[in-house]
């Protein structure tokens, strides 16, 4: 059954009141209407659906008590308020106190439409979500994998990912050395830390290092430590990472890139199980597991002469391949669930379908790093944590829009056509939201407005 939408609008000036509730009323929506702080306090339990407040309200409670009020006594209103133009200060207060959102006076009726259909549907997600939370009994960040660590989590349900938990199990008893290859991004140190993990040396230290990020001789005194006076500023001697990882696991990560002194030396390493410092002439015995990662082709570093062929096979005892996200694409919506759990600041927050559909078919070239960036990035800028398609990125919208062009072309359109048709797609992917789809579409948003108003005369001369 459809729920006509209630809303209360609260303002002192008679005149903007009635039309504000005129407006409304046309757009299909049960209006009230309250011309004070007080008369609008006394109907905090009255089972809104929104409320749009000025933020002056003359003697009383203003605007933002208002706001203060519904937001303690009725959290789920989503509110908004009515701020003077140019008024920057209160309408970032309102932001900052809980509202949905603000409209400026003289306000556009076009966007005060827009503004409070998107807070009624962001509303009704949120409580489709929590209905079917509820049915389903599962928590809200329930997770598709498992554990590697406080708080760190392989994430995934899909073939290529079940292939990877079952040989981290297989691998993990023994000592073999294990290289992890996949694309940037993919959670290659997840992997060794799950190696570790449920390994016999778990209760051992995990020591990770990126190989990339020191020179070489930097990266020579990280791994084998070395003496005091062994070069400027050695004022003391130092273990190296070989020795702090003694019991555990030491994680090598981006192995392709160290260079022929380094691979030398860590061959040696591999074979003997012993390191020397630099600066020194003693061999220390390490008890290390050692585990790899690379995004190079090793094979095609080995054939073209970059790598040693010996410390490749060293390495490859076993070899795990991570898949990239294009190859587990149903595993997104578990993977935007446990980044809403891990970096929401509410019980309540969650995704609607349409913004989930868009993560799905966006093309993530930074794997599961980039993923967890734009999740992270939309809760902050969500109402309440509830992230809608116009709180993503805006690379995700334009690639959702370029890979969407089923019905904009199938009965060969006029440019014309062709352009209102694509806008109101990027207009649709946005919520509305005419800022962003000015940005996605590469124009300015006067330019978008004029656009519009074109196309609207346009169909009027159609009609007429």
């Known amino acids: 059954m459809h729920h006509t939408a209630r809303v209360l609008i609260v303002e002192d000036d008679r005149v903007a009141r009635e039309l504000l509730a005129e407006i409304l009323r046309s757009e299909g929506y049960e209006v009230d209407a309250a011309s004070g702080g007080e008369d609008a306090l006394g109907r905090l339990h009255a089972g ?248 190079r082709d090793l094979e095609e570093e080995v054939r073209a002469k970059r790598f040693r062929e010996d410390l490749y096979f060293r390495l490859n005892v076993v070899a795990i391949r991570v898949p990239s996200l294009r190859e587990r694409p149903g595993d997104i919506p578990l993977l935007v669930q446990h980044f809403i759990a891990k ?19 966006h093309d993530w070239k930074g794997n599961v790093r980039e993923l967890e960036n734009a999740v992270e990035r939309a809760l902050a800028l969500a109402k309440n944590g509830f992230i809608l398609p116009s709180d993503l990125p805006p690379d995700v919208l334009r690639s959702v829009a370029v890979a969407s062009p089923a019905g904009l072309i199938d009965d060969r359109p006029t440019l014309a056509e062709l352009e209102r048709r694509y806008i109101e797609l990027i207009l649709r992917e946005t919520g509305g939201n005419k800022k962003r789809a000015a940005e996605i579409l590469g124009i300015d948003r006067r330019t978008l407005y004029r656009t519009l108003e074109r196309e609207g005369r346009d169909r009027e001369e159609e009609e007429g």
């Open 48 to 295: 809104y659906d929104l409320v749009i407040s000025d933020v002056r309200l003359g003697d009383g409670p203003s605007g933002m008590d208002l706001l203060q009020a519904f937001q303690q006594e009725a959290p789920d209103t989503p509110f908004i308020i009515i701020t003077a133009f140019g008024d920057v200060t209160g309408a970032m207060s309102a932001i900052q106190l809980g509202a949905h959102d603000y409209v400026s006076k003289p306000f556009n009726i076009e966007e005060l439409v827009l503004t409070v259909r998107r807070a009624l549907e962001r509303q009704r997600l949120r409580e489709e979500t929590r209905a079917q939370r509820s049915q389903l009994g599962e928590a809200p960040d329930a997770r598709g994998g498992i554990q590697v660590g406080e708080r760190m989590y392989i994430v995934g349900r899909s073939p290529a990912m079940l292939e990877v938990y079952k040989t981290v199990a297989r691998v993990a008893p023994s000592l073999s050395t294990v290289l992890v290859v996949g694309e940037s991004g993919t959670g290659k140190e997840l992997v060794a830390r799950a190696i570790h993990t449920y390994s016999p040396r778990s209760k051992g230290p995990f020591v990770a290092v990126n190989c990339t990020a020191l020179t070489e001789s930097l990266l020579e005194s990280e791994l084998f430590g070395h003496e005091k006076g062994a070069f400027t500023g050695a004022v003391v001697t130092k273990k190296g990472l070989f020795e702090e990882a003694a019991g555990g696991t030491l994680f090598l990560d981006e192995i392709g890139d160290v260079g022929p002194k380094m691979q030398a030396q860590l061959l040696r390493v591999l074979q003997e199980g012993r390191i020397r410092r630099v600066g020194g002439s003693e061999e220390i015995r390490v008890d290390v597991r050692s585990v790899a990662a690379t995004n």
């Open 343 to 361: 970096y929401a600041s509410g019980p309540e927050a969650g995704i609607a379908p349409d913004a989930t559909e868009a993560l799905k078919r």
